[in-house]
């Protein structure tokens, strides 16, 4: 791991469904595959980022 990297993240959407009605649009399972989809297609554009070009 490098210095600032997160080891585990979990998030909580119980106060943004409580105070402002959120409801997501999409299950965590239905996200990740399309997460990941993206990610895999978008892997050279996001390199170029973390490269600064």
């Known amino acids: 791991m490098q210095l600032g ?3 585990e993240a979990v ?4 106060k943004a469904q409580k105070e402002l009605g959120f409801k997501p649009k999409t299950s965590i399972q239905e996200g990740v595959p ?4 993206w ?7 996001l390199m170029k980022l973390e490269d600064g070009k």
């Not at 990610?39 to 554009?45: K, S």
């Open 39 to 45: 990610f895999l297609e978008e892997q050279d554009w």
């Open 11 to 14: 998030a909580d959407i119980t």
């Open 34 to 37: 399309i997460f990941i989809k």
């Open 5 to 7: 990297d997160v080891k």
